[in-house]
């Protein structure tokens, strides 16, 4: 991996997440479209929504950000930066 790739990686109730591609929307500062990867099984680019702490996959469903999972990560790692 990049060195990039290494520093966005952490390790959370036995599962490696990873942040492979992320980039904050414009328009709604709280939204983020991210790629990231469990364990090193990549997941496709969805958009993980800070506010409401939903996610919006690729076929436009909405689900709830799953505890300690990839959604809280980004969005706790972020606010913080």
Known sequence: PQPAQASMCRTVNENRI??????RSAKYHWEYRASVSINGKQKPMEIYNCRRQTKIDA???TKRFEKNGA???ICCWLEKS
């Open 71 to 73: 959604g809280e990560l």
């Open 59 to 61: 076929e436009g469903k």
């Open 18 to 23: 990873c942040i492979l591609s992320i980039k």
